[in-house]
């Protein structure tokens, strides 16, 4: 059974940090890609970041510079820096991960509420 738990959201001031942790589990299966995606309301929900089982990373335009997105395989952990944060920012933010079983296919963490105040 595959199950992915984000914790790390909240509130926080315009210009502040928060971290962002997205722990798999998933019965000895492998990950490949690990992703951030957010949707704010009434808003589509749009890639955030995104990092492959090698390490190759790329970034949404609107976060580059401001976020980190790193992962650590020993504990299929999966984790999003996020500094310098914007009102626009505010959004339910979910992780993403490409388990392979069979053949690959993407899993959703629950969400995690990451509110910005000006």
């Known amino acids: 059974q595959v199950q992915l738990v984000e914790s790390g959201g909240g509130l926080v001031q315009a210009g502040g940090s928060l971290r962002l942790s997205c722990a798999a589990s998933t019965s000895g299966f492998s990950i490949n890609t690990m992703s951030w995606y957010r949707q704010a309301p009434g808003s589509q929900r749009e890639l955030v970041a995104t990092i492959a089982s090698g390490g190759s990373i790329n970034y949404a335009d609107s976060v580059k510079g401001r976020f980190t997105i790193s992962r650590d395989n020993a504990k299929n952990t999966v984790y999003l820096q996020m500094n310098s944060l914007k009102p626009e920012d505010t959004a339910v933010y979910y992780c993403?991960?490409?388990?392979?079983?069979?053949?690959?296919?993407?899993?959703w963490g629950q969400g995690t509420q990451v509110t910005v105040s000006s």
């Open positions: 993403s991960a490409v388990i392979i079983i069979l053949r690959a296919m993407p899993y």
